[in-house]
């Protein structure tokens, strides 16, 4: 059976039969003479809507979100921000003029994300409709010339048409073919799944989209450095730091607390990856609500406590020495584990010890004390950098401060830093800074009976927890799954149709001529037509050899596997 190229005309033959093997529009050349405000107001919101006007727009959000990813963002850290403008004061006026500086929340950006949803909504609810339609109606007929399809093949067999479509709808119903007697043939349609996998694909972009505008107007996110022994509570004055989305509202917050028991970490002792930390864990205590059950759980890294909507995430570890002082008279003025930020990977650390109230001089007048802290857990002599993570060998440096600590000023200041601005130098017998390096328990006196200053056998350590709420992010996920599931729908399943026509010839045997048409030429179909030609072939099999074609010449039965297939070779 030779191959057969349709030409136009003969394609109409297929009517009904080869329309709408998916849910897309059809797209009708604008009448530009007549279209008037209306016309072009339908001919905008049609190409606003069209698939490809989607496509483009979802490539333009992931342009725009570039930047945001590259230049600080005020959301984000305005730390950087405000350096950034220091070190640019000539870009930095047009990164404000263009919203650069906070591109989720900008115009532009905005616009792009509202356009998308609106043209992801106008293109998926006309083309449900039309699908829900396809679902509740039938395949359609067969067209008038099976031999004018891609794929097609004919043989003539001595059971009845009767028997032959009877073959046919059992067959197809088997194949999980939706299939029904139209006149002297049997319709059967299949893969009805990858148009739902398409129109699930663009549904789960848009509850995406929603979950991720949802999760950016409502989140939370703060950090807070807990030493062991020390809770925190979920409210907004516990925080260390804190910035929330633009609907956010305190009372949005999960009522939780928890307490930092214990942090244990350990490193990697030698080799290549030494000091690398192996384990980081924080054992926590933790209760939901007010008068929720206290309950016992470990925190590690991207490991962390859930609860609700909320996650706290461990992100950070250091040490906390126990630093006790004492004014002249050998009163307590200041005693507590002092946290200390990490400098280097082997957590050389810094930080101030300020003593703000209830200190005098020996001479009994009110001041205050400021002390510089540099630490090390494992020292080694003559470097004053630490050699390893781990609390092996602690050693504290002290340079010690009198005056005015500025904390009265109105100014915020930096918990770990020490503005000198207005403090003075105690010196020791040389008249230098006073300064001393410092074993668990060893002590340093001030001069002139002013006070000590005594590092505590004591050597706690820290956890930094980052708490983020971001409510939406189920659905996040849910669509993320759901369009990877419907895209793999959309790709993988072929949409298509098969006839089988059974009709009596004019010599009185049956002539069985089969056929499948496709959204898209497949090397698949014209093999699947085979395989079920040749299984209704067994129901119906070819006449005898004597028996003559409708040409009136003689001929073997042809091969039902022998599939005329457009675009493919001949098995």
């Not at 494992?378 to 010690?400: C, D, E, H, R």
């Not at 230098?432 to 410092?438: E, I, M, N, S």
Request: one cysteine or more; aromatic letters at 8%.
């Amino acid at each position: 059976m030779s191959k057969t190229t349709p030409s136009a005309p003969e394609d109409q033959d297929l009517g009904a039969a080869g329309s709408q093997l998916s849910t897309a529009p059809e797209e009708e050349a604008p009448n530009l003479p007549a279209l008037g405000v209306i016309g072009w107001a339908r001919w905008f919101w049609r190409q606003l809507t069209s698939m490809r006007v989607a496509l483009l727009l979802l490539l333009l959000l992931s342009l725009a979100a570039i930047p945001g990813s590259l230049i600080p963002q005020t959301g984000v850290d305005i730390t950087q921000v405000e350096d950034f403008r220091r070190r640019h004061t000539g870009l930095a006026p047009v990164y404000d003029k263009l919203g650069l500086f906070n591109v989720y929340s900008s115009v532009w950006f905005s616009a792009i994300y509202i356009l998308l949803f609106v043209s992801l909504i106008g293109c998926i609810v006309p083309r449900t409709w039309q699908f829900v339609g396809q679902l509740r109606g039938r395949p359609p007929g067969a067209p008038r010339r099976l031999t004018r399809l891609p794929a097609h093949t004919t043989w003539r067999t001595t059971a009845t048409p009767e028997e032959v479509r009877e073959a046919a709808l059992a067959l197809l119903g088997r194949r999980r073919f939706r299939a029904h007697t139209v006149g002297d043939a049997v319709a059967a349609e299949k893969g009805y799944l990858r148009e739902a996998g398409n129109l699930a694909f663009h549904v789960a972009l848009i509850v995406m989209l929603v979950a991720f505008a949802w999760g950016q107007l409502f989140k939370s996110e703060g950090n807070k450095l807990i030493v062991e022994g020390a809770g925190f509570a979920n409210t907004l004055s516990q925080y260390d730091d804190f910035k929330s989305g633009n609907l956010f509202e305190n009372d949005d917050l999960e009522p939780f607390s928890f307490t930092l028991n214990r942090f244990t970490g350990t490193y990697e002792p030698s080799g290549p990856n030494r000091g690398t930390p192996r384990t980081y864990e924080a054992d926590l205590t933790y209760s939901e609500g007010a008068d929720g059950k206290e309950r016992r759980t470990t925190v590690e890294v991207n490991e962390p406590l859930q609860i609700g909507d909320a996650k706290a995430y461990l992100v950070s570890h250091g040490y906390a020495p126990v630093m006790t002082v004492r004014d002249g008279k050998g009163e307590i003025v200041f005693q507590d584990a002092v946290p200390l930020l990490p400098q280097d990977g082997n957590v050389t650390s810094s930080g101030v010890v300020r003593v703000m109230d209830g200190y005098k001089d020996a001479r009994g007048r009110s001041e205050q004390l400021g002390f510089q802290l540099w630490f090390l857990p494992t020292y080694a002599k003559g470097s004053m950098v630490s050699q390893f993570p781990a609390l092996i060998s602690p050693m504290m440096a002290v340079n010690a401060y009198h005056g005015d600590l500025g904390v009265n000023s109105g100014i915020p200041k930096n918990v770990y830093q020490l503005d000198k601005t207005h403090m003075k130098e105690f010196k020791d017998a040389k008249g230098k800074l006073l300064k001393k390096q410092l074993r668990p328990g060893d002590t340093l006196e001030l001069p002139n009976g002013a006070g000590t200053i005594t590092y505590e056998k004591e050597t706690r350590e820290w956890a930094g927890f980052q708490i983020v709420q971001e409510p939406g992010g189920g659905w996040a996920l849910a669509g993320s799954v759901a369009a990877i599931a419907g895209l793999a729908g959309s790709l993988f399943i072929q949409r298509r149709r098969v006839w089988v026509r059974a009709t009596t010839g004019d010599d009185g045997v049956t002539v069985v001529e089969m056929a499948g048409l496709g959204r898209s030429e497949s090397a698949k179909l014209p093999e699947e037509l085979g395989d079920l030609a040749a299984a209704l072939y067994e129901r119906a099999p070819g006449a005898p050899e004597s028996a003559t074609d409708p040409e009136g010449d003689p001929s073997s039965t042809p091969d039902p596997h022998a599939v005329s297939a457009e675009g493919a070779d001949k098995p």
